[in-house]
Structures are given as C-alpha cells and as structure tokens.
T-cell receptor
Framework: ETGVTQTPRHLVMGMTNKKSLKCEQH?????MYWYKQSAKKPLELMFV???????ENNSVPSRFSPECPNSSHLFLHLHTLQPEDSALYLC????????????FGSGTRLTVV | DAKTTQPPSMDCAEGRAANLPCNHS???????VYWYRQIHSQGPQYIIH???NNETNEMASLIITEDRKSSTLILPHATLRDTAVYYC?????????????FGAGTQVVVTP
C-alpha cells in the first residue's frame, strides 16, 4: 500500500461503454497525475492537476476525460475507447513543488474489447 | 525526447552490489536526477534523488559526477526482490511542477 489507491484494479469494457477510473490519496499532496503504460512502452504522461486545476493535457484524445473535484481525488472518465487504449493506467501524486518524488498507485489494468 | 541514456538490461548476483549507470549529458543547472523502479505490473516506486551531492538512503546510494553529466545508482546488497525496471529521470521541480518523463529504463535481473 503506497498511500495512493486506484480502483478498480482490473477493468474490461466494450468500445461503446462508459466507465471511470478512480484515484485517491490522503498524503496531503496537491498535485496529481495520470500516466498510461502500454505493453513494452515507457510510461506516457497524460494529465497533470495542481490544486485541482489542470495544468497539462499531453495531447490526449477527448475520449479520455479527467476530473479532479479536490486535491485528494482524481478520476479518468472513459468513453468510446479503442482496443489500442488497452493499457495499465497509473495515478501518481506529489507535493506542489514536485520535490521528493512521486507516489504512484498500483494502477488499473484496462482491456478494451 | 529522452534526456537520459541507460543500458537496456543488466544482470546482478544476489548479495552483490548492483551499479546502474545513467548518462544525462544535457542536464541543466536546475534539474535533479531521480531514480524510480517498477516491479512487474506494479506502479513505479521512488528510490532516491539528488542535485549535485551524493545521496544515500535506506534503499540505495546515488553517485553524481562532478560535471553532473552522469550518475550511478548503487544497490548495496541486491536481493531477488530488487528485480525490476530502473528508471533514471532528470527533472526541474520548479518547471511545470516537476513532471516526470519516463524512458525505457534498465531491466535489472537479480539471480541466485
């Protein structure tokens, strides 16, 4: 347990479904991140939130929609995904200055069928 | 754009020290060197970071050359549980909240 909790751990969804990934941290961090890790590829940064405000969208398709209602919770809403979106989705958090490293969750393994 | 260069893989004998090299020849003055590792199918785990001086914690030691163009992560007594992909990352924590860009890393396999 790292202090960053992601649910669900595994998700299988059809291309026409709508689902959401949840991330929660109670470490007192103010910055939260979504990363995508496809098979045999490096982690790709998707979104950055600082104090609930989105500060970066790394050219992510609109079928991925993030939401950050407060500094402790981060969601990734998914709709009309493609099979190539199957990947491990990782959430991380850090203090606002970014010092001291990120804390990552265990990820959600998403399979789009 | 990769700012660091790491060997793709390394083997290490259990109980021996593992020395993981990283080149970051274009590092700027404000950029720190971070090391993370990722055990299979888990999220990355922070190991250590440094700016200029060598650093040590309960997990590892970080040796940064005087010109800061390269560094070495040292796992003093490798165990089988240290088998993982190790990532060396340079990042300026004052720039865009110090977001981390991961490369391919080094796959370290610790053998009995």
């Amino acid at each position: 347990e790292t202090g960053v909790t992601q649910t669900p751990r595994h998700l299988v969804m059809g291309m026409t479904n709508k689902k959401s990934l949840k991330c929660e941290q109670h470490l007192g961090h103010n910055a939260m991140y979504w990363y995508k890790q496809s098979a045999k590829k490096p982690l790709e940064l998707m979104f950055v939130y600082n104090f609930k405000e989105q500060t970066e969208n790394n050219s992510v398709p609109s079928r991925f929609s993030p939401e950050c209602p407060n500094s402790s919770h981060l969601f990734l809403h998914l709709h009309t995904l493609q099979p190539e979106d199957s990947a491990l989705y990782l959430c991380a958090s850090s203090r606002t200055t970014g010092m001291g490293g990120y804390t990552f969750g265990s990820g959600t393994r998403l399979t789009v069928v | 754009d990769a700012k660091t260069t790491q060997p793709p893989s390394m083997d290490c004998a259990e109980g021996r020290a593992a020395n993981l090299p990283c080149n970051h020849s274009t590092i700027s003055g404000n950029e720190y060197v971070y090391w993370y590792r990722q055990i299979h199918s888990q999220g990355p785990q922070y190991i250590i970071h440094g700016l200029k001086n060598n650093e040590t914690n309960e997990m590892a030691s970080l040796i940064i050359t005087e010109d800061r163009k390269s560094s070495t992560l040292i796992l003093p007594h490798a165990t089988l549980r240290d088998t993982a992909v190790y990532y060396c990352i340079v990042s300026d924590p004052t720039d865009s909240w110090g977001k981390l860009q991961f490369g391919a890393g080094t796959q370290v396999v610790v053998t009995p």
